[in-house]
């Protein structure tokens, strides 16, 4: 058990060698291996998306696989088996699973959003509840993760959003992009190994130990921040989908041998809030602003100083008059600073360096100082 880890990220990265273009997607894999999440993966014929799933069961010892291209023409015998003949004689309803879905650990159904109703109803509670009532009897499943794939996404079909939200983890996979991986694909240059495998109970032990990834509260603050940016962009995953989103963030952490999430992995959140494609780009913006936005917030916070230092300064008609700007200016420049202190907090808790931002504090502080001296300079003129 010691091993286990090192056994799964070697496995990992001999895959992340032998398919290229593909390491986010294999991080995906692993990430719904170790919590029990289910994944989709959307794209093109030919690119390799049943060939790695059905590799990574072939790496866990004794694992079942089971795959099927859906079709609306498809049977419920096809996944779940024969009506059993032997039942029917002593008046029983039961299917024979042998060698079907519900013997399954790791399941791929391509094509997954043609399934019929009756099929869809049994996938819902599969993938839900890990149960399959075969007949009268209420049979526990093995099944670890469905990877579904498809073309084109369920988005204007009500009766497959069930199903399409029980995908936690979505990718969209396309053919190879650069040519020399392209090259090294034909030329069959895979530095590869296909030897490593784990055990289920090493890869139980991993679960647990994932289970046990600590989530800082700044992390937490960081998704509430993604979720009410995303919120005012019009995108709303589920409450439900960002509870879930912690334990794949704990998984990424542990498979990076880290003792706790960081603030890097919230990327992985780009592969499980969008429910278009589309929306990729910009939920991708969104984490890079809550990740390093406070130094956009911090040049921001420094400019509005420095133009309020210039307001200050202009020509004025009377006295009176750039008194008023004065106090206009202090009175604003103070909220700026208050704004600089919080900063510094935000950044103290979240463990980064707060060097740039009390250079720039004491930047804002020696404008406030130039302008108090100012105004009291024109007070006592006045006077």
Same mark, same amino acid.
């Given at each position: 058990?010691?091993?286990?880890?090192?056994?799964?990220? %070697?496995?990992?990265?001999?895959?992340?060698?032998?398919?290229?273009?593909?390491?986010?997607?294999?991080?995906?894999?692993?990430? =719904?291996?170790?919590?029990?999440?289910?994944?989709?993966?959307?794209?093109?014929?030919?690119?390799?998306?049943?060939?790695?799933?059905? !590799?990574?069961?072939?790496?866990?010892?004794?694992?079942?696989?089971?795959? @099927?291209?859906?079709?609306?023409?498809?049977?419920?015998?096809?996944?779940?088996?024969?009506?059993?003949?032997?039942?029917?004689?002593?008046?029983?309803?039961?299917?024979?699973?042998?060698?079907?879905?519900?013997?399954?650990?790791?399941?791929?159904?391509?094509?997954?959003?043609?399934?019929?109703?009756?099929?869809?109803?049994?996938?819902?509670?599969?993938?839900?509840?890990?149960?399959?009532?075969?007949?009268?009897?209420?049979?526990?499943?093995?099944?670890?993760?469905?990877?579904?794939?498809?073309?084109?996404?369920?988005?204007?079909?009500?009766?497959?959003?069930?199903?399409?939200?029980?995908?936690?983890?979505?990718?969209?996979?396309?053919?190879?992009?650069?040519?020399?991986?392209?090259?090294?694909?034909?030329?069959?240059?895979?530095?590869?190994?296909?030897?490593?495998?784990?055990?289920?109970?090493?890869?139980?032990?991993?679960?647990?130990? =994932?289970?046990?990834?600590?989530?800082?509260?700044?992390?937490?603050?960081?998704?509430?921040?993604?979720?009410? !940016?995303?919120?005012?962009?019009?995108?709303?995953?589920?409450?439900?989908?960002?509870?879930?989103?912690?334990?794949?963030?704990?998984?990424?952490?542990?498979?990076?041998?880290?003792?706790?999430?960081?603030?890097?992995?919230?990327?992985?959140?780009?592969?499980?809030? @969008?429910?278009?494609?589309?929306?990729?780009?910009?939920?991708?913006?969104?984490?890079? %602003?809550?990740?390093?936005?406070?130094?956009?917030?911090?040049?921001?916070?420094?400019?509005?100083?420095?133009?309020?230092?210039?307001?200050?300064?202009?020509? @004025?008609?009377?006295?009176?008059?750039?008194?008023?700007?004065?106090?206009?200016? %202090?009175?604003?420049?103070?909220?700026?600073?208050?704004?600089?202190?919080?900063?510094?907090?935000?950044?103290?808790?979240?463990?980064?360096?707060?060097?740039?931002?009390?250079?720039?504090?004491?930047?804002?502080?020696?404008? %406030?100082?130039?302008?108090?001296?100012?105004?009291?300079?024109?007070?006592?003129?006045? =006077?």
């Amino acid at each position: 058990m010691e091993r286990a880890l090192e056994k799964l990220i %070697q496995i990992r990265d001999e895959l992340k060698s032998e398919y290229y273009e593909r390491d986010d997607v294999i991080d995906g894999t692993f990430a =719904a291996l170790l919590t029990d999440n289910h994944m989709l993966l959307i794209g093109p014929p030919g690119t390799a998306k049943s060939q790695l799933v059905s !590799e990574v069961c072939n790496k866990i010892n004794g694992a079942q696989y089971f795959q @099927w291209l859906l079709t609306k023409f498809t049977a419920p015998e096809e996944l779940f088996g024969a009506v059993s003949l032997k039942g029917l004689e002593n008046d029983e309803y039961r299917r024979v699973t042998s060698g079907k879905l519900p013997e399954a650990h790791i399941v791929f159904l391509d094509e997954v959003f043609k399934a019929s109703s009756s099929i869809l109803n049994t996938l819902l509670t599969v993938m839900n509840e890990r149960i399959y009532y075969n007949g009268t009897e209420v049979t526990r499943i093995p099944l670890i993760s469905l990877f579904g794939a498809s073309n084109e996404l369920p988005l204007e079909e009500d009766e497959l959003e069930a199903l399409y939200d029980r995908f936690l983890l979505r990718y969209v996979v396309d053919y190879i992009k650069e040519d020399f991986r392209f090259l090294k694909l034909l030329q069959g240059d895979s530095a590869g190994s296909k030897e490593s495998v784990i055990t289920p109970e090493e890869l139980d032990y991993c679960k647990s130990q =994932a289970g046990e990834i600590l989530v800082p509260s700044n992390i937490l603050k960081l998704i509430g921040r993604i979720r009410k !940016e995303l919120k005012k962009k019009g995108m709303t995953p589920s409450d439900r989908r960002y509870k879930q989103s912690i334990s794949v963030l704990k998984a990424k952490a542990y498979l990076d041998g880290r003792e706790e999430v960081s603030e890097e992995d919230l990327r992985f959140l780009e592969n499980v809030l @969008w429910r278009d494609p589309g929306e990729r780009t910009e939920i991708q913006s969104v984490i890079h %602003q809550a990740l390093h936005g406070y130094k956009d917030r911090l040049r921001e916070l420094v400019i509005q100083a420095k133009e309020l230092d210039g307001y200050s300064r202009r020509e @004025w008609e009377d006295e009176d008059m750039r008194i008023k700007a004065n106090i206009e200016a %202090q009175t604003k420049l103070k909220q700026i600073a208050l704004n600089v202190n919080d900063l510094i907090e935000e950044c103290e808790q979240r463990g980064k360096q707060t060097e740039e931002i009390r250079k720039a504090k004491d930047e804002i502080e020696e404008i %406030q100082k130039e302008i108090l001296d100012r105004l009291v300079s024109g007070k006592q003129e006045m =006077a």
